[in-house]
């Protein structure tokens, strides 16, 4: 049976990157800082239109020092809906991750934050999930009346635009992924914006051990920086990205379509937004046949894909802690991450893949006459 896998990495020809290769041999600079990697950082900020941008060898550590460039102590208000990279982050700088419920856009709910905010609270990291922008303008008040910093996990949102400008732009810092999961991948990678050289002089000194000199360490800094060739396979990758997000455009489109009147897959509100690097849907149903068994039934059927984001970070063990971190209401949360399903989506998808998607889910909750919303039978919902 063919397997169908919720992301398959866009690469480019390997032809094309082989003169980068190349040239890296020839020159014996692999790493630390060298042209490809400088070339990349120029090309990005180009290409985003922001103004600085660090590259990492992955947006963890970027998260990181993000977290330690800001001198972030003390409690971080935050989303339990992401990646446990997001907290892992925050606790690795010693810090106090405060959970606060999502709306159902998937991102944080502003209108909770403020009741988070103790006198410990020093800063914001909120994460565009799914590449959906978070309520920025709203963010950015919170954090100037309450003096605190904010740190956009911008992990999903390349290529993002906010009112016509990157979404990068807001907030202290960005910090995006370019992991072979992601629209833009390096096959690992990550990058932090800013928006002062002095700030950029910052991170680029943490990134690199805190080497202001040959003679002289001024800060605990870190190795995480991104290596040449993960840089020149960038350089070539964003000769294709604008390709990349047009046909994820065009099969999170066919997706919605598909979908369009089904009253037990709901699909994303706000998927014009986003730059499409997921596609998530909530599965409505009831008893055991929940999103669980849709899920392991996709799966008996070749479809993987993936339960983003489910448990909840704060549903870890390792979360469940009480010293480790602090948990708010998160009722919205929870609701989503029991239904939540992100579909296969990446360039090369069939249009005939997604149709065996849709017609997969359809046939898993109509073969089972149980299936009812709102006291609407299976075969009249879909
Ligand atoms: N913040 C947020 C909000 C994040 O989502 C992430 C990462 C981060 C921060 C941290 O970024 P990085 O430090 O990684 O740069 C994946 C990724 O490993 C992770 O980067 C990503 N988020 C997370 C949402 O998903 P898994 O455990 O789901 O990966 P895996 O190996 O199961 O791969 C998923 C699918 O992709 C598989 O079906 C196969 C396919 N795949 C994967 C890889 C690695 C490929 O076809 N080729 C590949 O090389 O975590």
């Given at each position: 049976m063919k397997k169908i896998l919720v992301t398959k990495p866009a690469l480019p020809e390997l032809e094309r990157v082989i003169p980068y290769f190349k040239e890296i041999w020839d020159s014996r600079v692999l790493t630390n800082s060298g042209p490809m990697h400088n070339k990349l950082e120029t090309a990005l900020c180009d290409y985003l239109g922001v103004k600085y941008v660090s590259l990492f060898s992955n947006a963890t550590l970027g998260l990181m020092v993000a977290l330690k460039v800001?001198?972030?102590?003390?409690?971080?208000?935050?989303?339990?809906f992401s990646f446990v990279a997001t907290a892992h982050s925050i606790i690795w700088n010693n810090s106090t991750p405060v959970f606060v419920d999502i709306e159902d856009d998937f991102n944080i709910d502003t209108n909770k934050i403020e009741d988070a905010i103790t006198d410990k609270t020093t800063a914001i990291m909120a994460v565009h999930c799914y590449g959906m922008p978070c309520r920025v303008e709203e963010i950015e008040a919170i954090a100037k009346r309450r003096n605190l910093k904010v740190i956009y996990d911008a992990a999903h949102a390349f290529g993002v635009k906010y009112k016509d400008t990157s979404v990068l732009?807001?907030?202290?810092?960005?910090v995006l992924s370019f992991h072979a999961t992601k629209v833009f991948n390096t096959f690992e990678g990550g990058a932090i914006v800013s928006n002062s050289l002095e700030m950029k002089t910052k991170i680029d000194k943490l990134k690199n051990f805190g080497f202001e000199s040959e003679v002289h360490v001024s800060e605990i800094g870190i190795n995480a920086k991104m290596n040449e060739l993960c840089a020149?396979?960038?350089?070539?990758?964003?000769?294709?990205?604008?390709e990349v997000l047009r046909e994820r455009k065009n099969i999170a489109h066919y997706y919605q379509q598909l979908f369009k009147g089904s009253r037990l897959v709901s699909t994303f509100k706000h998927q014009s937004l986003t730059n499409n690097s997921y596609y998530p849907v909530l599965i409505e149903s009831e008893g055991k046949f929940n999103r669980d068994f849709v899920y392991e039934e996709l799966r008996s059927k070749g479809i993987f894909a993936r339960r983003y984001f489910y448990p909840l970070i704060s549903d870890f063990s390792v979360y469940r802690i009480p010293e480790k971190s602090k948990t708010r209401d998160l009722a919205m949360a929870k609701m989503i991450s029991d239904k939540v399903l992100c579909l296969p989506i990446y360039p090369g998808l069939e249009k005939s893949e997604?149709?065996?998607?849709?017609?997969?889910i359809v046939e898993i909750q109509t073969s089972k006459p149980k299936y009812l919303l709102s006291g609407v039978p299976i075969n009249e919902c879909i």
């Open positions: 800001l001198n972030i102590k003390g409690e971080v208000i935050t989303t339990p732009n807001y907030g202290d810092l960005s020149a396979i960038g350089l070539v990758q964003l000769q294709d990205i604008d997604q149709e065996y998607i849709f017609n997969t």
